[in-house]
């Protein structure tokens, strides 16, 4: 199984009025090809910044961004913005994002919005193209006659699968989904988790599945990277993580997920994430961290655990 992904040190800085928000700060992340990995963390440390900054969407008011995104090899921070945008995004690299499936065009037929870049960006002719977004209905389990419906004649979870085939339809190696069943109630949600794991059988597609909630990304994942205050934590496969969490924060995620097979009722973390424009120095979890020693005001670096797992945290240095 070859890398397809490699990122190394990655920064993304925004500047605000109140200061220098420092969204992504040294973020470290591999992702095998047909693999997928879970990005978990709260709201705010730096999840949806981490998949801007791979899919090359900057905000004019980025201070920094540097370090490495090796895509197949290649640095795409390197890139020419122009042969990123032709060659890369959406074609190599395509995301479904957070609320997507809202900004739908309401006047438009939705088989005509999947269709679009296959008219525009590949040179299919309409018949062609139609053809291809009815076999990409079939597959998401979406009736083919719908390529003639407006997005208001579709359910939430319906939505969701034509915003999925809109992001499908280049046939992308790497698929990021941010938080992709947020917005729908359970049931839909399973199916669209259903839907995810047989595009990833079938398609051997690799994906980077952005969640807070870290029971959702263990039943879809391989691997597992836990995010705090924009670092990446711990890294590992599903396994170990869930069975064995190494970092303190990690644990306390694990610990605040109610399981209904045992009577246990969920701990809940005390605090809240730190600012991101004036993080404390050294380990931003220390000021929730019940390990918390004197050490950890310095930055702990990442240690190896396995060949598949890192953690950064002084009780394992
Ligand atoms: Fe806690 Fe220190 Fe580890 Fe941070 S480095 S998680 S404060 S023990």
């Keep these: 199984m070859g890398l397809l992904l490699e990122v190394r040190d990655l920064h993304l800085y925004y500047r605000t009025i109140k200061g220098v928000v420092q969204a992504v700060d040294g973020v470290d992340l591999r992702l095998e090809e047909g693999k ?39 640095n795409i921070i390197d890139l020419d913005d122009e042969i990123f ?17 809202n900004s739908l065009n309401p006047v438009i037929k939705v088989g005509d919005q999947v269709a679009e870049p296959l008219i525009l960006k590949e040179g299919y002719t309409r018949a062609e193209a139609e053809a291809r977004v009815k076999e990409l209905f079939r597959m998401l389990n979406l009736p083919e006659s719908f390529v003639n419906r407006y997005p208001h004649e579709l359910s939430g979870g319906m939505k969701q699968r034509v915003v999925i085939a809109m992001a499908m339809v280049l046939e992308p190696q790497l698929l990021i989904l941010d938080e992709p069943t947020s917005a729908l109630d359970v049931s839909v949600q399973a199916q669209i988790m259903n839907l995810l794991k047989k595009l990833k059988e079938l398609k051997r597609m690799s994906m980077i599945f952005i969640t807070h909630d870290i029971a959702l990304a263990s039943d879809l994942s391989d691997y597992m990277a836990i995010m705090y205050a924009g670092k990446i934590v711990e890294f590992g496969t599903i396994e170990e993580v869930l069975l064995d969490p190494k970092h303190p924060y990690s644990q306390g995620l694990i610990a605040a997920t109610p399981v209904l097979s045992r009577d246990v009722p969920p701990k809940f973390l005390p605090g809240n994430p730190p600012s991101l424009i004036n993080p404390p120095k050294g380990c931003r979890f220390k000021d929730r961290c019940k390990y918390r020693m004197d050490v950890c005001d310095n930055e702990p670096n990442s240690i190896k655990l396995s060949d598949s797992r890192y953690v950064k945290c002084f009780l394992y240095h």
Excluded: H
Aim: glycine share 12%; charged share 25%; aromatic share 8%.
């Design 36 to 74: 997928v990995v879970g990005l978990v963390g709260e709201s705010g440390c730096g999840k949806s910044s981490t998949a801007n900054a791979i899919m090359k969407l900057l905000p004019k008011n980025t201070a920094r961004y540097d370090g490495e995104i090796l895509f197949d090899g290649v």
């Design 85 to 101: 945008r032709r060659e890369y995004r959406w074609k190599r690299i395509a995301m479904v994002f957070q609320g997507a499936m």
